[in-house]
């Protein structure tokens, strides 16, 4: 284990080992809380990455559906740049030995997901685009003689000395490490782990905004997460995905009745997820119930072209081709977090952060389907050319303090923010949230998820209208005037004034 400051990564998802690999040959260093490859949502998924590359297709018509479904809220410029970056994405990976799935003629297979105006959806083993890139990703990484890695380190602090950002703490077992960094990296995921149903790992507790908001980083537009319209509704913690690419090969949502529910939707079971996780919410909140019907379609096919999902309905007893399959909507990705420029750069000096623990403007209020792990890819480039760019990396001066940031997770939070950040909002359950977590911040029992959480439901109660997946019973309209981001700090936690609109 070296203690030579080097550009250092937290987080050993794509996101995560993609900077590592763009970054080498320069040194780098990347801490992971399991064995490498062992543990993250890249591992689970099922959709693929998003790129314009059939014939049929251009990166501007990406970048238009893209912003189609982010409710006004995407930035262009970064959508145009990312969405042209696809093609290159895609490339990287085969390059790097990714078996992308192809057809009879060695092209692309391509598949349809919703908010997509056609087929561009790259997969690799059918549904295991994920599993299949981390496999690939993790050979290459421990190929790489410039990469350290560090298995079973736990980032628990951004450490600071006089002139900026010095390192990370971290806690391996029970002892506490300090790895020097002029150059930091969060990639360390989503925030599923923090709700009471979420198709992430549970460990996905927003680390990454926990630990750049106590070392005074800006955060962004938090209130927007995404529910997945079909979780496989088995009732326990995390729910298994169904791919909304299944509904691309022709399943559809029906009820107990057979009612097919959805039909209205613009684009029908393919309108954007927001919408079709609301319809789903409606529905159930009327006292139905919503299955997914893969009977049809894709049928007798879904076990050929969905294997893993194939192989989790069995465990659960159930069969596509046979049964109704039932689902609910449920937390899935966080279109917010630490704000960052278009080379991955937060508001604090020396900290990047890459995939979705970053929001870079791509996904606006409401993420397209299959644009995460594009997003991932293209921007890992992007963070390694700016860090390179920003060296030289000068060891640590005098002894810093220890940095802050994770402390003990909160088991409280999940029914908390459950109850009051989901697909539907209203001021009565954001407010008595806000006062539960405020409760919690203000003594010992929530610690700094409770700071996070505090700044999380205050932007949700902010933002008094709905748009993209920011839906407010009590507030359905979506207002031109709130067409703007809101950025959050630490120095507005526990704070009563609005935080700052840009
Ligand atoms: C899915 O396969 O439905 C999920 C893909 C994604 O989240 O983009």
């Known amino acids: 284990m070296s203690r030579e400051p080097k550009p250092t990564i937290v987080g050993g998802g794509i996101a995560g080992l993609t900077t590592a690999l763009c970054l080498a040959p320069l040194p780098v260093r990347l801490l992971v809380r399991t064995p490498l490859g062992a543990e993250g949502s890249s591992l689970w998924a099922q959709g693929g990455i998003a790129a314009a590359v059939g014939p049929d297709d251009a990166p501007t018509r990406h970048a238009e559906d893209t912003i189609a479904v982010g409710g006004g809220l995407c930035d262009p410029a970064v959508v145009h740049r990312i969405t042209a970056e696809a093609p290159w994405a895609v490339e990287q990976l085969a390059a790097w030995g990714v078996p992308f799935d192809r057809d009879a003629g060695g092209r692309l297979a391509l598949g349809l997901e919703g908010g997509h105006g056609r087929r561009r959806i790259v997969h690799a083993r059918g549904d295991a685009t994920g599993q299949t890139i981390m496999e690939t990703l993790v050979s290459r990484v421990l190929a790489e003689p410039a990469i350290e890695w560090i298995e079973g380190a736990e980032a628990i602090g951004l450490v600071e000395d006089e002139i900026g950002l010095c390192g990370v703490d971290c806690r391996i077992g029970e002892k506490r490490v300090r790895f020097p960094a002029r150059a930091i990296v969060l990639a360390t995921g989503g925030v599923g782990g923090l709700f009471e149903q979420t198709t992430n790992p549970v460990t996905a507790r927003g680390q990454g905004l926990v630990l750049a908001l106590a070392a005074g980083a800006e955060l962004v537009d938090l209130e927007f997460i995404q529910y997945h319209p079909t979780a496989l509704a088995i009732g326990r913690q995390p729910l298994p995905l169904i791919s909304e690419a299944v509904r691309g090969e022709g399943a559809c949502l029906v009820d107990e009745r057979g009612e097919r529910f959805a039909a209205g939707l613009p684009g029908a079971e393919l309108a954007s997820r927001d919408r079709v996780a609301h319809a789903i919410w409606q529905h159930r909140e009327a006292g139905h119930q919503v299955f ?206 609005a935080p700052t609109p840009v």
């Open 292 to 497: 997914l019907d893969a009977r049809r379609r894709p049928g007798q096919f879904f076990a050929e072209r969905f294997p893993k999902i194939h192989a989790i309905c069995r465990s659960y007893g159930l069969d596509p081709a046979v049964d109704l399959l039932p689902v609910t909507p449920a937390v899935h990705y966080h279109m917010g977090g630490i704000a960052v420029d278009g080379d991955g750069r937060s508001s604090l000096p020396g900290l990047w952060a890459v995939g979705e623990v970053a929001s870079t403007g791509l996904h606006g209020a409401n993420r397209l389907a299959s644009n995460s792990l594009l997003e991932a890819v293209v921007c890992a480039r992007a963070a390694a050319g700016s860090i390179r760019a920003s060296g030289p990396f000068l060891p640590p001066r005098g002894k810093a303090p220890p940095g802050t940031g994770c402390e003990p997770h909160w088991g409280g939070l999940p029914a908390i923010l459950s109850r009051c950040l989901g697909v539907v909002r209203d001021r009565e359950s954001l407010e008595r949230g806000l006062d539960q977590v405020g409760v919690a911040a203000g003594g010992s029992a929530g610690g700094a998820e409770a700071h996070l959480a505090w700044l999380w439901i205050r932007a949700a109660l902010w933002r008094e209208e709905s748009r993209g997946a920011h839906y407010r019973s009590d507030r359905p309209e979506t207002q031109a005037s709130w067409a703007r981001h809101l950025r959050q700090d630490r120095s507005q936690a526990f704070l009563p004034a």
